[in-house]
């Protein structure tokens, strides 16, 4: 018998960096591990306390770009656990039928999605892996939802942090950058070590350490080369809170890079 919301193979006897963010941002979906691992981070770093909020407020204000673009599918990968203001509930506040593919790895993550969408015939959420873009793409749920020969919107909020490996992280954008048909976007947000400083990098590795979660810190080159043939859309490449801003911020935390291009 599992705990509630999960199915075999979820894992609550450690941390999940989706349920670290979710408690976070104030959400419920989180274990005792989850919470350990979070609270050690928000005492020893404060800029730990607003990442997950850059983050959420770049995903929506990249969204409402993109259907305001004309973009009516998006591929979430990476999705995390839902919070305020999911994507569909973006997409779906300007069009009804537009459709949406969430996918995360974490099987809590995304039985609480499937839970949210059980009535909404446009959105699903399917548990697969980033690292396997191949049977993401072709993925019968993931197709029935996504006609990848329109535009389409890949969203890709703080996933490639993960990939220890940067030449597979590359890779894995390029096999989605690929699947893409002119017109479509990528959107994404990443880690970057340029503003870190060496007490932050230490800390940072210690908890890496203690949790088992890794985390890659890139520079910006290694970043803006996720977008390699695509055409930037202004500003470009910017600490999260600076991407087309609609309302007064707090001053960036640095360690958050976010943009957004279109395949030509």
Not at 174 to 184: L, V
Not at 235 to 250: F, K, N, S
Request: aromatic content about 6%.
């Amino acid at each position: 018998m599992t705990e509630r919301g999960t199915r075999p193979g979820a894992r609550l006897d450690a941390p999940a960096s989706s349920r670290i963010t979710d408690f976070s941002l104030g959400g419920k979906d989180n274990y005792a591990p989850d919470r350990r691992t979070a609270l050690r981070a928000l005492e020893a770093l404060p800029a730990a306390r607003l990442l997950p909020r850059e983050n959420r407020k770049f995903m929506r204000r990249a969204v409402r770009y993109l259907v305001a673009a004309g973009i009516r599918q998006f591929l979430d990968v990476g999705c995390g656990l839902p919070g305020k203001g999911n994507v569909h509930e973006v997409v779906h506040g300007a069009d009804p039928a537009a459709t949406v593919v969430y996918i995360d790895n974490d099987p809590v993550a995304v039985v609480h999605f499937q839970a949210l969408l059980h009535a909404v015939p446009t959105a699903t959420a399917v548990c697969a892996d980033a690292r396997d873009p191949a049977a993401i793409l072709t993925h019968p749920e993931v197709t029935a939802l996504i006609d990848f020969t329109r535009p389409v919107g890949v969203l890709m909020f703080c996933v490639l942090s993960h990939f220890a490996d940067p030449q597979r992280a590359h890779s894995t954008v390029a096999a989605f950058r690929a699947a893409m048909a002119p017109g479509s976007h990528l959107a994404l947000s990443d880690f970057t070590d340029e503003a870190l400083t060496d007490r932050e990098r230490e800390v940072s590795a210690e908890l890496m350490r203690e949790s088992g979660i890794h985390l890659s810190f890139r520079p910006r080159d290694c970043l803006a080369a996720y977008f390699d043939g695509l055409e930037p859309v202004e500003p470009g490449l910017v600490p999260a809170p600076e991407w087309r801003p609609d309302r007064p911020y707090e001053r960036p935390t640095g360690w958050l890079l976010a943009g957004v291009a279109r395949k030509p």
